[in-house]
């Protein structure tokens, strides 16, 4: 198994640029979430999926969007990116009824 | 929401030191992970112990849930060891589902 995948590794968008942080896994988790993480601090939740259809918003959801579509993928839309989501993005899973989760290797994104 | 307080926050010790890191949270929780960040920023299990004592060769970690602390011990030290280390939780109760909170993280560096 791949585990969870991110794309791309590193970005560099210009103020009101949009794009698309994709995310997948090969394990069957029917949960999925976004992560940011700002210097010198833990992560936080942006949005997250139980499942094909489900999505809901975390602790910082403002400026983001999210589908899910498929089990497997989980991509995260930035409609007009600001200098203030300068960030790196991590991808998460894990099955339902298993409270265990995995990341993915994160996605370094900096906006001009 | 549920507060995590990790400490020491900075931790700079010489190869072949032992170490105790520890995490403290306001609300009872059925999920605690412990993770290491790489300097590559690369987010690596640990454990997964919501409650008990676990062990993984020079790493092991003890979470008394009723207490609302959990101990992470580093025992002779390696420079491969250097990194932010994070606690993160999950609330229990249905609202906090799959929702990871995190620890400012202890940053650990070791030297040769």
Redesign the interface.
């Known amino acids: 198994n791949a585990g969870v995948t991110q794309t791309p590794k590193f970005q560099v968008l210009k103020t009101g640029q949009s794009m698309t942080l994709q995310c997948a896994q090969d394990m069957n988790h029917e949960?999925m979430?976004w992560?940011r993480q700002d210097p010198?601090?833990?992560?936080?939740?942006i949005h997250?999926s139980?499942g094909a259809g489900i999505t809901d918003q975390?602790?910082v959801p403002n400026g983001y969007n999210v589908s899910r579509s498929t089990t497997e993928d989980f991509p995260l839309r930035l409609l007009s990116a600001a200098p203030s989501q300068t960030s790196?993005y991590?991808c998460?899973s894990?099955r339902l009824g298993v409270?265990?989760?995995?990341?993915g290797?994160?996605t370094?994104l900096t906006v001009l | 929401g549920i507060q995590v307080e990790q400490s020491p926050p900075d931790l700079i010790l010489q190869e072949g030191a032992n170490s105790t890191l520890r995490c403290n949270f306001s609300d009872s929780v059925n999920n605690l992970q412990w993770f290491h960040q790489n300097p590559w920023g690369q987010l690596i299990n640990l454990f997964y112990i919501p409650s008990g004592t676990k062990q993984n060769g020079r790493l092991s970690a003890t979470t008394v849930a009723t207490e609302r602390y959990s101990l992470l011990y580093i025992s002779s030290s390696q420079t491969t060891d250097s990194g932010v280390y994070f606690c993160a939780v999950e609330r229990a109760g249905g609202t906090s589902y799959g929702k990871l909170t995190f620890g400012q993280g202890t940053i650990l560096t070791v030297h040769p």
């Open positions: 949960y979430s992560y010198g601090m833990g992560l936080r939740l997250y139980v975390g602790e790196v991590f998460a894990r409270n265990e989760q995995f990341f290797p994160g370094r």
